[in-house]
């Protein structure tokens, strides 16, 4: 396994689209995980390696001494709860910077494992803010899209400086 470097804010991989997942994903995925516990953090996606393919990892809990490592591949959002919560956001990608994003407060997903076996489950809590957080990512999107246009000018001079 190796830990690759991520890449930061504003560098032009992380606002581009990704596409479908490769077939033979598996060193990427070690990669992906020894990355993002050395960040550490709690979920990374692809693009953050500059792989541009629709795949993220995520481990809501190994913090607390708990791991619980899940690979999403080709991940899809079937279905979310029209209660938003605000959560503060933090980024691997965009290092010191925490950001006050609304999402919905539940959001189910379909996906496709390691093995290969089709998933689907719904989140709360934080794992639902990280899913979300990640499928951005695999959309070109990072905290600073989610922001009113005030409040992205504002945050992003912060950033600069
Ligand atoms: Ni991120």
């Known amino acids: 396994m190796t830990i690759r470097p991520i890449l930061l804010w504003p560098d032009p991989r992380l606002s581009q689209v990704c596409t479908p997942a490769e077939d033979d994903v598996s060193v990427l995925i070690d990669d992906m995980f020894e990355t993002m ?12 390696l500059g792989v541009m393919q629709r795949i993220f990892v995520m481990d809501e809990l190994w913090k607390t001494g708990t791991p619980t490592p899940m690979v999403f591949i080709n ?26 994003i609304a999402r919905p407060l539940e ?8 093995d290969g076996a089709v998933r689907s489950q719904t989140f709360g809590g934080f794992a639902a803010a990280c899913v979300q957080h990640e499928l951005d990512h695999l959309n070109g999107k990072t905290t600073f899209d989610r922001l009113s246009p005030a409040m992205r000018s504002e945050k992003l001079a912060e950033y600069a400086s």
């Open 107 to 114: 959001v189910t997903l379909g996906w496709t494992d390691l």
């Open 37 to 48: 516990y050395a960040a550490p953090g709690r979920g990374l996606a692809a693009p953050q």
């Open 75 to 100: 991940p899809e959002i079937t279905a979310v709860s029209n209660e938003l919560i605000t959560n503060q956001e933090g980024c691997l990608s965009i290092p010191g910077v925490l950001l006050d």
